[in-house]
């Protein structure tokens, strides 16, 4: 299959690529599109057949459930059931936007693949002008992960997407680089206390501030109640081993001359306070204390080392305030519990 990449910017070929699109969507296709966090790899989410094409095309274990994208709140009511109050105030407040809501799921509405068979359903409003466009015209609700092929750091660029899944998909709308760079934030209306499955975007903090308590799921916790199937599959991983390590440019660059003693070649990962440090490769995560910036350079760095002949990454912990939350939540997947020390 020829994969077509097409820019959504340029205002003459706009309504051709929304046509486009729209009509291999209803055709039962795949397409990948930006939203304001990653680009998606979306289907109809009616359709059991055009599902099965995502989970071909990225590889993705079978059981691991995908978020619905809707265009507006009123098409919510077609497939799900009992939305409890505090669910609906987090919609007045965060959509559209990075915030996708697991509901319960009202029954023989979605392709049972969308909800790897559970009785929920994670929903959001995306707050991309490209993402909502698509929706509006196509009027149907869009099943759609990450357009990364499975384990690999969700794509911020289409050229990131056609690096994954080249000769697999269609067609990729290229609306530039995506806004926040990480994947929104998944919280469960399903369970009794409001919990938080992904940390994202919109911060504990945020969700607190408009209906209350609100837990944290912990990583373990899908061994009790699958809850987050994804949570227990390795991801945002490069090729090469990410190692976390101490905040620390000292103890950054003791590590770099250990592994240089040991005749290996490595990556830092960091804000610019430490591109004096002696590696091989330095990809910056912007301005120190900057935790947007961070966000939004993190998976093209992880991506960038992929490009290099490096054995180990290094990547200094973040502080894991407001969305630092998310940042460290990311990279400790990508890191499999590896730690540096000297
Ligand atoms: O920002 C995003 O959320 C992006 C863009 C494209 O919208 N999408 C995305 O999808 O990150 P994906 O499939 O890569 O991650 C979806 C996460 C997974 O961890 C999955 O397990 C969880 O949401 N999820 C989806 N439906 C669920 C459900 N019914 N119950 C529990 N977890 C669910
Ligand atoms: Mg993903």
Redesign the pocket.
Known sequence: MKTTITIVDNLSTKQSSYTQAVDLLTKGEVVAFP?E????LGAIATSEEAVAKIFKAKGRPQD????V?IGSKEEIKAFTRDIPKLAEVCMDTFWPG?L?L?LPLKADTLAKNV?AG?Q???V?I?EHTIALELLKQLKQPVA????NKSGKP?PTKAAHVYRDLEGKIPLILDGGTTGIGL??T?I?FVSEIPTI??P?GVTKEMLEKVIGQVREAKPTDHEEAP?????KYAHYAPNSPVYLIEDSIAKVQEAVEKIHNEQKKVAVIANESFNQVKAEYFFSLGKKDQLNDAAHLLYQALRDCDETDVDMILVPVLSKKGVGTAIMNRLEKAANGRWFNN
């Open positions: 939203t966090t990653v680009y998606g691991n459930p995908l978020i994208h990075p996708t697991i909800t559970h929920t359903v994670g959001r995306p759609a992960p990450s357009a969700s994947e929104s998944v469960d499955l992904r994202g809850r987050a199937p994804g949570m």
